[in-house]
């Protein structure tokens, strides 16, 4: 199937309340294009400098979403452009975000990774480090920057009832907080785990290869 039947026949499963962010990675200009065209304006990318070549090039009206690890010295090469953060885990990097969001006079919405994943994994925060950013004085100061909700990675396997056990617990963290943190975005969910991320809570999923096909790395 093509990109734009991917997409639709994507789409058409999903409820209302849910947002897809088509994960782009590795994938050309050409490709984008042809889910850009088919209506889509979404898309995530994990490193940034391949998604500033992109959004260089590309429509101007695309929201273009950062998936991948941040490392703080490369913010200020999206801080320009960049619509959301999914894996923001220091306060350090949350600093540098509004310092850069700043400059052009920008809010940058973020969402704060949450370490979800029963196997021993590297990034992300605990609950308990999570909770003490969102109520620190210093983030309340920071005006260029918002937290805006949650993400989470889930073990990669086929475990149907690990997977559940995962997202379940994102999903009651962020039930738990979101009213006092204002919280909008629960971003959880990816091609072979979406419909279950769904099942429990997600209102945003990052889709690649059941769209795009799978990835060529070599
Ligand atoms: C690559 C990636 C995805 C999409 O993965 P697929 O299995 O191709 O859908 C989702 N989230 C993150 C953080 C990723 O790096």
New binding site residues.
Partial sequence: MSIAENLEQIKNTLPETVSLVA?S?TKSVAEIMQAYEAGHKVF?E?KIQEMTSKWEVMPKDIEWHM??HVQTNKVKYMAEFVSLI??VDSMKLIKEINKQASKYNRTIDCLLQIKIAEEESKFGMTEEDALALLSSEEIKALENVKIVGLMG?ATFTNDESQLAREFNRLKEFYDKHSEAQKFTTLSMG???DYMLAITYGSNMI?????IFGA?NYS
């Fill in positions: 994960v990675k995530g994990n998936i991948g999914h894996a990675m990816m091609s072979g990052r889709v690649g290869s059941s990835r």
